[in-house]
């Protein structure tokens, strides 16, 4: 039975959240000012094979023209447990698909700034910490549903004759 009071190592109110990027600087609001594309769905599901679980975690985002009417740019960070590896992030917009592949970290990073800077479609992960990654996207328009899904293999905590397996939701604020 889930427990929706207990984290192991986050405070309940904090969440995955697609947060929108200023187009530029000169843009950019107040710094206690953010705004979000607003969630609209969650899906967990997967795969126990003993003490190692093949996980997927998938997420849906999406905004209305009438809330923002241009193609914006956003952030997302999410947790895992540090105990996890991911095996692969894929992110659709609507019909387009963009499937992560592995590049050191400065040619992943030239590779999304010249996709955003052709106005492209694009993502790129990099992980922040040993349980929060982050997962910037860019070409995201109004009407069009960003589903964002991450695969990872976990390891399940032993505890006695009982095996514990923690899939997070809420990263610290």
Do not use: C
């Not at 609507?94 to 955003?116: C, H, Q």
């Not at 982050?134 to 589903?147: F, M, N, S, Y």
């Amino acid at each position: 039975m889930f427990n929706p009071t207990h984290y192991a190592n986050s405070r309940p109110d904090g969440f995955g959240v697609l947060e929108i990027m200023p187009p530029d600087a000169t843009d950019a609001p107040a710094p206690h000012i953010r705004y979000f594309v607003p969630l609209k769905e969650t899906e967990a599901r997967g795969q126990i094979a003993g003490p190692l679980a093949q996980l997927s975690l998938i997420q849906t985002f999406a905004f209305s023209r009438q809330a923002l009417d241009r193609t914006i740019e956003a952030i997302y960070r999410f947790p895992l447990p540090g105990n996890a590896a991911v095996t692969g992030v894929t992110v659709r917009f609507g019909d387009v698909e963009i499937v992560a592949t592995l590049k050191a970290r400065p040619a992943a990073e030239k590779d999304y700034a010249n996709a955003k800077q052709t106005g492209s479609q694009a993502a790129l992960l990099m992980r922040e910490s040993p349980d929060v990654f982050t997962l910037q996207v860019t070409g995201i328009k109004p009407d069009e549903a960003v589903r964002i899904e991450t695969t990872y293999t976990q390891l399940a905590q032993s505890e006695g004759a009982q095996w514990t397996l923690r899939i997070p939701l809420t990263t610290a604020p």
